[in-house]
T-cell receptor, first 113, second 113 residues
Framework: NAGVTQTPKFQVLKTGQSMTLQCAQD?????MYWYRQDPGMGLRLIYY???????DKGEVPNGYNVSRLNKREFSLRLESAAPSQTSVYFC????????????FGPGTRLTVT | DQQVKQNSPSLSVQEGRISILNCDYT??????FLWYKKYPAEGPTFLIS?????DKNEDGRFTVFLNKSAKHLSLHIVPSQPGDSAVYFC????????????FGKGTKLSVIP
């Protein structure tokens, strides 16, 4: 049981480049989330997917798109990276409506120059 | 506007003593509260939670207290161990079935041997 996995672990982009962060969970969870964490800040929700086939905006969605590819996978896309998107990105999942606990992946450290 | 506040960025405690981490919230709609622990270069891991209908929840060395009238919760770790050194995030969820965790900025706990 790997839990929540994220790829890549590290990435450096130039301003204007695009990339997709991948996330997969093997816990048969219904809900998945993308967060970003900046220095001295808590985690902020970018997008979430309550269940397969649905996605919704979180607190800081601008500049990002998401795809819930299937129940296991939830990807985050930066279409045109900006230095303000330099951050650590965490994917998480949770089981059901009655489960508030979210399980996090190890994170992707992204630097945009 | 920060709805979940952890006003102490850092805390140092001697090994074997009690660690008390505090969290305040402003949104009276919050229904459920969680504490997450985060080591460097890892994702946050769930530690303990409490429902708004309770005022205390205990799990081994970890106890969370909730004072709804003061909109305040605290995490007690007794006895503190060097392995407890990490960043601790307080988080809240607004209502049953909501997926959106709101995180505080975190408190870095250092347990000195």
């Amino acid at each position: 049981n790997a839990g929540v996995t994220q790829t890549p672990k590290f990435q450096v982009l130039k301003t204007g480049q695009s990339m997709t962060l991948q996330c997969a969970q093997d816990m048969n969870h219904n809900s998945m989330y993308w967060y970003r964490q900046d220095p001295g800040m808590g985690l902020r929700l970018i997008y979430y997917s309550a269940s397969e086939g649905t996605t919704d905006k979180g607190e800081v969605p601008n500049g990002y798109n998401v795809s819930r590819l299937n129940k296991r996978e939830f990807s985050l896309r930066l279409e045109s990276a900006a230095p303000s998107q330099t951050s650590v990105y965490f994917c998480a999942s949770s089981g059901s409506l009655s489960s508030y606990e979210q399980y996090f992946g190890p994170g992707t450290r992204l630097t945009v120059t | 506007d920060q709805q979940v506040k952890q006003n102490s960025p850092s805390l140092s405690v001697q090994e074997g003593r009690i660690s008390i981490l505090n969290c305040d919230y402003t949104n009276s709609m919050f229904d459920y509260f969680l504490w997450y622990k985060k080591y460097p270069a890892e994702g946050p891991t769930f530690l303990i939670s409490i429902s708004s209908i309770k005022d205390k929840n205990e799990d081994g060395r970890f106890t969370v207290f909730l004072n709804k009238s003061a909109k305040h919760l605290s995490l007690h770790i007794v006895p503190s161990q060097p392995g407890d050194s990490a960043v601790y995030f307080c988080a809240a969820i607004p209502w049953a079935g909501s997926y959106q965790l709101t995180f505080g900025k975190g408190t870095k706990l250092s347990v000195i041997p």
